[in-house]
C-alpha cells in the first residue's frame, strides 16, 4: 500500500542545467547517479533527506499557483538568510503580514516563507511551533 512506502516528490523543469545547478549547488540536494546515467532524457533525480526527487524534464512548464514543494527545517530564520546569500529571492504575498525576511508567522505559530525555483514552481521552508 502507498501509505507503507516510500514517498518519491516530483518537479519540472524545461531547463534541465539550470535546475541541476539550484536544486544541487543552491539549496543543496545530491543528485543521485549521474555517473550512472540517472540524468537521463527524462529526470534529473535528487536525494531530498532521504526523499527521492525527480525533476521532471518537459518543454515548457506552466508553474501552478500553489507550493509544489517544501521543507521543514529547525531555524528558518538562518536558513532564509543562507539562501537569500545563494541568491534566492523570498516572495511577498500581500494577504499574509511577513515580516522583513518573508516569513509569515501562522496562528498557530508556524513559520513560513515562499520561493520560486528556476521554473517559477513554488517552494517553501516551513519551522514548526
Known amino acids: ?3 507503507n512506502s516510500k514517498l518519491i516528490a516530483f518537479a519540472a523543469t524545461a531547463n534541465p542545467a539550470r535546475a541541476l545547478t539550484f536544486y544541487h549547488e543552491t539549496l543543496g540536494l545530491k543528485p543521485l547517479g549521474l555517473r550512472l546515467r540517472e ?3 527524462f529526470a534529473i533525480v535528487f536525494d531530498a533527506n532521504g526523499t527521492t526527487l525527480r525533476v521532471q524534464k518537459v ?3 506552466a508553474p501552478p499557483m500553489y507550493t509544489v514543494l517544501g521543507w521543514e527545517v529547525a531555524d528558518i530564520t538562518t536558513t532564509v538568510q543562507d539562501l537569500t546569500r545563494r541568491g534566492v529571492v523570498f516572495e511577498r504575498f500581500d494577504n499574509l503580514q511577513q515580516d ?3 516569513i509569515w508567522t501562522t496562528p498557530d505559530g508556524a513559520r ?3 520561493f520560486k525555483d528556476p521554473d517559477r514552481n513554488t517552494l517553501s521552508l516551513t519551522q514548526s511551533a
Open 1 to 3: 500500500m502507498p501509505g
Open 39 to 41: 540524468d537521463t532524457p
Open 59 to 61: 518543454e515548457s512548464v
Open 100 to 102: 522583513e525576511q518573508g
Open 112 to 114: 513560513i516563507a515562499w
